[in-house]
């Protein structure tokens, strides 16, 4: 089994833990795009975007009305890190469990790869196209550094036929 098989098959198994756990727990992300992202990888439960206008703080304490415990999935970038510690703090001041696994299970499959959970999906189909053995990535960048075009095919073809047609000897 080569290593992008062994991904996939992590990946697909922490997306399946997160999509059960998400029945009963709120996901926390970062934006719409990211909701649309975990909604096609299958999540059906409650998933909740940050960028709503409204001050961390106060989003947490909102949230702390209705939840007891949040999982947070912010991108895998420095900014998604810092919005993850002040999500924590945030939960931790108002009595909400904060649980940060996924984002690190995931981040730590996906880091290489992608940055953000908005392209997860794709990365997950491309994955699992390439553990098919259906698409390995290289066909393009192999299809076109071959490809000649039109004028240096002519160009040859032309210098090829000339070499021919010239008499041989003295």
């Not at 961390?56 to 912010?74: G, N, V």
């Not at 469990?97 to 981040?107: E, K, N, S, Y």
């Amino acid at each position: 089994m080569s290593a992008q098989e062994e991904v996939y098959q992590d990946l697909v198994a922490v997306i399946a833990d997160l999509t059960e756990a998400n029945l009963e727990v709120p996901v926390i992300v970062e934006g719409e795009r990211d909701v649309r992202s975990l909604r096609e990888l299958g999540l059906q439960g409650e998933v909740l975007p940050l960028n709503s206008g409204v001050s961390m703080f106060h989003l947490a304490e909102s949230y702390s009305r209705r939840l007891r415990k949040a999982i947070i999935l912010t991108d895998w970038d420095r900014r998604g890190g810092q919005l993850c510690r002040l999500l924590m703090d945030a939960f931790e001041a108002n009595g909400v469990r904060a649980d940060v696994d996924f984002r690190a299970r995931i981040t730590l499959l996906c880091r290489k790869d992608i940055k953000d959970v908005e392209s997860l999906a794709a990365h997950v189909e491309r994955l699992a196209r390439q553990a098919d053995g259906g698409w390995h990535g290289k066909e393009s960048k192999k299809f076109y550094s071959q490809r000649k075009s039109r004028a240096v095919q002519s160009r040859r073809a032309r210098r090829i036929l000339a070499t021919r047609s010239r008499p041989r000897g003295p």
